[in-house]
């Protein structure tokens, strides 16, 4: 059985193309288009209008200027949408917060969500690439990254911090991963059971 891939936190399908920049794939609409409209970034992640309304309410997202959503709302709601299904939304803000700090304020960013966002897909795909989910191996994963990128972070004090947090972002995105499959299998086990039940 073949398994779709996705760009991590989107509706997109995996191309090479995103393996080492993903957001390269988003980031030239938003450039042509000064910003999403909701109903794009809707479409872009898959979830409601609602959902994404409510999260720059509660201050996990910054607010709108206009009625285009900016890059920095896009990779911030990119961020939170690869965790959502295996994280408590209170969990996740506070993990953005233990990170990069203020939502509105970037001058305590340990790094630019841009390029957290691009090395987070990096490392899934490879964990994906060589079936290395397990905590060592991903660890040892995110070190290799976090080595080639030192020019990026900039509290590098705080690198242990990021660390920590991607480690937790990429055990959340499997776990819901694999959730997804095993909910994929549970619906069609009961599909039998009721088929099997009207048979009798």
């Keep these: 059985m073949t398994i779709k891939r996705y760009i991590p936190g989107t509706t997109l399908k995996f191309t090479e193309q995103a393996r080492e920049e993903a957001f390269s794939l988003i980031s030239p ?3 042509a288009t000064g910003g999403l409209t909701l109903s794009q970034l809707s479409k872009l992640t898959g979830l409601s209008g609602s ?3 409510n999260w720059i309410k509660r201050g996990w997202v910054a607010g709108t200027h206009g009625k285009k959503y900016s890059e920095k709302q896009v990779l911030r ?3 939170i949408n690869i965790l959502r299904n295996a994280m408590k939304l209170d969990d996740i803000a506070k993990l953005m917060e233990y990170v990069n700090g203020d939502v509105e304020d970037t001058s305590d960013d340990i790094i630019d969500d841009d390029v957290w966002y691009n090395i987070l897909c990096r490392i899934i795909f490879t964990a994906e690439d060589e079936g ?3 905590p060592v191996s991903v660890r040892k994963l995110i070190s290799r990254e ?3 990128c030192t020019h990026e972070i900039h509290i590098m004090s705080d690198e242990y911090k990021l660390h920590n947090a991607m480690f937790i972002m990429i055990m959340a995105y499997r776990s819901s991963c694999l959730k997804a499959e095993m909910d994929k299998v549970l619906t069609t086990v009961l599909d039998e059971m009721k088929e099997n039940n009207h048979d009798l």
């Design 77 to 79: 709601i990119l961020l």
């Design 146 to 148: 976090l080595s080639q």
């Design 132 to 134: 290395a989910f397990d």
């Design 29 to 31: 609409v938003l450039d």
């Design 51 to 53: 959902t994404i309304q």
